[in-house]
């Protein structure tokens, strides 16, 4: 149990978050519940969505429960400029998102010094408003889950 | 693990509101349908496994330092602005996240 995790939880402030991918400062209103687990990490619902000048246009995803399995994760448009992704109304409905709301979409990154590789085919889409978040198990069939980048 | 034998057009009940539906028996596979609560998600096991290795796979344990390369690689091929940004379905106005 990490102690800088268990601060911003409790505090309205910003609170130091060390991550695998460096030092943020967290704040409680960019946790995102997930309204399915992720695959391979059923036991974490909350993620904290971290950014710094340094990442852009990268995002830290820091689960928060259990494991608190730390992902990078960048906006598939940042790789495919013509990416999209369309959500069914039951997924737009779980997520308390209507047709006019703006989404956020999340392709995961996997760094590898052999080349890193983003998932486009399986992106997380979150509704900003609601902070509830799920990840599109075949969101894209025409991508990979490790579409190469760079 | 519960063995049962059914026909075409039958079913079986799992719990509160699912219940799987044989919908037809051919040589080449059964078509099954599966009704749950909107809350339960229902996956094909290969598609399900696929992400799970994905999602392990890139999860971070030790600490990665080679993240702020890779960072201003994607910055200069990028032509989409800022990172962390909320694209409206159908429209083209952006909006940062919180």
Known sequence: MSGAV?????????????TPFGTFEGRPRDIVTL?????????????????????EP???????????????????RCVEPDYSCRLDDLQRRRLGATLDTPLLWLAIVRVADGGSTVNLRAPLVVNPERMRGLQLLAGHDDYDTNHPLG | MLVV????GESIVV????????????????????????????????????VVAANRSAAAINPVLSVS????????RTPLAPPALVAAEGTD???RLA
């Open chain 1, 35 to 55: 309204v399915d687990a992720l695959p391979g990490f059923e036991d974490c619902r909350q993620f904290l969505l971290l950014s710094s000048p340094a990442l």
């Open chain 2, 93 to 95: 106005a952006p909006h």
């Open chain 2, 69 to 76: 390369a890779l960072a201003s690689s994607l910055r200069t």
């Open chain 1, 6 to 18: 268990t601060l911003v939880m409790h505090s309205t402030d910003l609170a130091p978050i060390e």
């Open chain 2, 5 to 8: 034998t059914r026909k075409r």
């Open chain 1, 58 to 76: 990268l995002t830290c995803l820091q689960g928060l429960d259990a494991s608190k399995p730390s992902f990078l994760v960048v906006d598939p």
């Open chain 2, 15 to 50: 719990g509160d509101g699912i219940e799987i539906h044989v919908v037809s028996v051919g040589a080449n596979g059964v078509r099954i349908g599966v009704t749950a609560p909107r809350d339960i998600p229902v996956h094909r096991r290969e598609v399900y496994d696929l």
